[in-house]
């Protein structure tokens, strides 16, 4: 019984270990405010939308100091096609990178060495919000991925769902930051 115990007390701390290094890993953004409405500057120009299309400032702090790389994506859970939505993947961000500036998911805007994968407007770009017209207000749930590979390995065409299976694979941490967009 005395070993069980040891065990069982074991466990939780090592899982209260874990849990403090998910939350000490913190995004922040100049133009994202958790569960707020996004600005025109994040709206995607096309497909009946009228926005700037830039990907919005992000900084990050906290990672495990086990990262070797990391990865960002933007993803609509509510978009009315049965799987939801990528709007940006950027992966091989160097682990020395901690920020992207506004506008960062346009071609050759990345860190050196970082990538973008495929969006689901098919650009291989930042694709920002536009919900169908009339539709509830969907969220856009922005994540960067803390990695354990510095490099993810995937083709260059590679879908989003291949990326995604690749970061949850390689995950040590993530952070998010949810924005709201309807019209």
Request: proline share 7%; with cysteine.
């Amino acid at each position: 019984m005395r070993n069980l115990r040891s065990v069982l007390i074991l466990s939780l701390c090592l899982g209260a270990g874990t849990a403090s290094a998910e939350q000490a890993f913190q995004l922040k953004s100049a133009d994202i405010q958790n569960n707020r409405q996004l600005h025109a500057s994040q709206v995607y120009q096309g497909f009946g939308c009228s926005g700037d299309n830039q990907s919005p400032q992000l900084e990050w702090s906290g990672a495990p100091a086990a990262t070797k790389s990391f990865a960002v994506t933007m993803y609509d859970p509510d978009a009315p096609t049965g799987s939801g939505w990528w709007h940006w993947v950027a992966y091989d961000i160097p682990a020395s990178v901690h920020m992207l500036a506004g506008g960062a998911g346009h071609p050759g805007k990345l860190p050196d060495g970082a990538r973008h994968g495929r969006n689901d407007f098919g650009s291989m770009d930042f694709g920002g919000a536009c919900p169908p017209a009339g539709d509830k207000p969907h969220r856009y749930v922005v994540t960067v991925y803390a990695l354990k590979t510095d490099k993810l390995g995937v083709p260059a065409d590679a879908s989003p769902a291949m990326i995604g299976f690749m970061l949850n694979s390689n995950r040590l941490a993530t952070a998010s930051l949810t924005g709201m967009y309807g019209r």
